[in-house]
């Protein structure tokens, strides 16, 4: 028998080979197994924070759901809600405040409450049509029930009752209405898109200038409804009462029998009148309250709507010949689609009474924006504005107590705004003063402990207010204070770990706060962390960012993450961006934005996307704007804005628009505004 050890293979025999072989296959699987390992943990650490953020945005939104409800009982209980004084300035601020935090099934069952508690439908009806119109003490315009469901629990024979509800200018595509009463309903200018009908009276309802491409109505009575031939042709309808009292079985949506490139040609038409509308502030109804991740793709690469358009219409034109008829449903969704492109642009909007440079904007509960002080290059401000994005206009909002600049503005939980610290001719201020929307009055609420500038302030979950850092004019501040709404009080807190001025702050989804960067007292410009405990009143460092920043932006992402773009290091201006993950506790770079930017602003939008706009880049200020995909980690060059901007305001409206105010050309303090 061979002797296997003594066979030699290259000088080595097979005992030596198989331990050769040994020794590196063991640590390759162990490699892989740990590779695996990790990559298995890593996946659990992702679905433990998706978890944990999804469970974090449900208990928000049943507390914000639990406290309208609770407030509002309140109210009626005492008689505000009548009070004819003021029948509805409260209760509608408080409601459009939650509104933008409820899924579809709290804003259905909000608005059945709001039924029952005559706050909504309270115009007259004689046998379902209306004959006198009252004012709702709830105002549901231009706000988004997309893909809401109502129902009657006890289907026809007990309808849901939403007789003479006003639905104007509101956005419900997708939605379902199963067993309603609807009578004397109003969607003029609404956008019903894909929206069903079903066992629903519809008597004397009015579609005037409403979107109903792809709504399907059955088992309904439409009889008296405002409707027009080409709405008709819109939707499709079986086993319908139609408004000329006439029994339909069933008429679908007109379909063309032309190649579908023809069919291009009208949503093409649709498009040039959705963008025409687009421009003025009072034309929501074709404004969709979401945009796509395609949508922005398809946004990002082209300069202008007709572009976008084009590109479209080539695309639908190849596949032509493999479809040659194309139902309305195909239809309705690449107009959806071209429409929602065709708003991805700026237009200009009413200028505000003066110029204004760091100065403040805040969006209120009854959709207008607040914007306060400023510098004009000449002086600072007291005086305070109000734009209605109804009309596109702006009205005085009275005089702060102080002029300031500098200063922070915080919209509370009952609704009022918090204007806090600054600067003026008079030198640094520690006051703070209160706006109250339904009054448009200013009133004084105490003042600091110190004087503070380019400071930041954050909402707590309670409804307190922190105030972090700054500069008083000495020195910059480590320090930190909370103002209490409910006493209007103020009450020192612990100290940050470093002295910072020109920092961010964001409140997280776990109620902490982070603090990053900023400029510290004798030293470089920071890139440390830390966050602040309410629980506790303590702060703890949390890592580092990549790189220093100054005059930066911080943004919270859907999944919970805070997004840092630009800002200044001290020797040169930035383009790169950052990621925090409250979950680990780690920072991690992502994709550079395609400019530099100091000063400019950030905007977390409705779909998810991050606008940037604005800014100053070392050699220029910017008109320049671009969108950030959290999903794929990179940024998308959209329109340039009308003025180049640094310091100006970005705020977002009710509409899901972004209204951008003042700031500084390079040559001129600006008065002007606009809408994304």
């Known amino acids: 028998m061979a ?75 005492d008689g505000y809600l009548n ?62 029930f997309d893909k809401v ?28 209405f199963s067993s309603v009463n609807l009578n004397g309903v109003s969607f003029n200018g609404a956008r019903l898109n894909n929206a069903k009908f079903d066992g629903s009276s519809l008597v004397c309802v009015s579609f005037h200038g409403a979107n109903l491409i792809g709504a399907h109505f059955s088992n309904s009575d439409m009889t008296g409804a405002i409707i027009t031939e080409d709405q008709i042709k819109q939707a499709s309808f079986h086993n319908v009462t139609m408004p000329n009292g006439k029994k339909t079985e069933t008429t679908s949506a007109t379909t063309t029998k032309k190649p579908i490139t023809k069919t291009t040609t009208i949503i093409k038409t649709e498009i040039s009148t959705t963008a025409s509308s687009s421009s003025t502030p009072t034309s929501s109804a074709t404004t969709p309250s979401t945009t796509s991740s395609k949508t922005t793709s398809i946004a990002s690469s082209t300069s202008t ?28 969704s690449l107009t959806e689609e071209i429409s929602s492109t065709a708003i991805l642009k ?55 107590n102080v002029a300031r600049q500098y200063h922070t503005a915080s919209t509370l939980v009952n609704g009022s ?54 500069y008083n004019g000495s020195k910059y501040l480590n320090s930190a204070e909370l103002y209490n709404p409910s006493t209007s009080t103020w009450t020192t807190t612990g100290s940050m770990n470093v002295a910072r001025q020109d920092h961010t702050a964001s409140t997280l989804t776990n109620r902490l706060v982070l603090v990053a960067g900023g400029l510290p007292n004798g030293g470089s410009i920071l890139d440390s962390a830390e966050l602040y405990n309410p629980s506790t009143d303590t702060w703890t460092t949390t890592g580092q ?53 100091q000063y400019h602003r950030a905007s977390s939008l409705e779909n998810g996307l991050i606008l940037v706009t604005g800014g100053y880049s070392g050699s220029s200020y910017l008109d320049s704007a671009e969108l950030y995909n959290p999903s794929t980690d990179t940024w998308a060059t959209i329109g340039n804005m009308n003025v180049v901007r640094d310091l100006h305001t970005a705020s977002i409206l009710a509409n899901a628009k972004v209204l951008i105010t003042g700031g500084y050309s390079g040559s001129s303090y600006l008065n002007s505004a606009e809408l994304y």
């Open 3 to 77: 002797d296997f050890n003594k066979r030699s293979f290259w000088n080595f025999t097979f005992k030596d080979i198989l331990a050769i072989i040994s020794s590196v296959a063991i640590p390759i699987a162990l490699a892989i197994y740990t590779s695996i390992s990790s990559e298995q943990q890593k996946q659990q650490a992702e679905k433990k924070q998706q978890f944990d953020f999804e469970q974090s945005r449900e208990l928000r939104q049943q507390s914000i759901y639990d406290g309208f409800l609770n407030n509002t009982y309140k109210l009626d209980k």
């Open 83 to 144: 009070d004819t004084r003021n029948p509805w300035a409260f209760a509608n601020a408080y409601y459009r405040a939650a509104h933008r935090q409820w899924d579809t099934t709290r804003k259905a069952d909000v608005i059945q409450f709001l039924k029952e508690k005559q706050l909504i439908g309270r115009n007259n009806c004689t046998n379902g049509c209306r004959t006198t119109k009252l004012d709702d003490i709830i105002r549901l315009n231009e706000l988004s």
């Open 149 to 176: 469901h109502l129902a009657s629990e006890t289907g026809v024979l007990n309808k849901l009752n939403l007789q003479c509800t006003s639905f104007d200018q509101v956005s419900m595509s997708n939605a379902e």
């Open 346 to 400: 700026w237009t200009t909007t009413g200028n505000m009474s003066v110029a204004r440079y760091w100065h403040t904007a805040s969006t209120l509960a009854n959709g207008y924006v607040l914007v306060t002080g400023g510098f004009d290059g000449t002086s600072v401000h007291s005086s305070a504005e109000l734009y209605n994005p109804s009309t596109g206009t702006w009205t005085t909002a009275g005089s702060m």
């Open 417 to 470: 705004v918090l204007i806090v610290g600054g600067f003026n001719s008079d030198g640094y201020i520690n006051s703070a003063e209160l706006y109250n929307p339904p009054t448009g009055t200013w009133t004084l609420t105490g003042s600091m402990s110190i004087t503070r500038r380019q400071h930041t302030a954050s909402i707590l979950a309670n409804g307190s207010v922190l105030i972090t850092g700054g």
């Open 305 to 332: 709507t007709t572009s976008t358009s084009t590109t479209i219409s080539s695309t639908v034109a190849t596949s032509s010949t493999a479809a040659a008829t194309s139902s309305l449903t195909e239809a309705t």
């Open 545 to 597: 960012m990549s790189i220093t920043r100054r005059q930066h932006t911080a943004s919270i992402l859907a999944n919970g993450s805070v997004l840092i773009t630009g800002g200044y290091n001290g020797s040169r201006y930035l383009n790169s961006t950052e990621l925090y993950s409250p979950s680990t506790s780690t920072w991690t770079t992502t994709g550079s934005m395609n400019v530099a930017r």
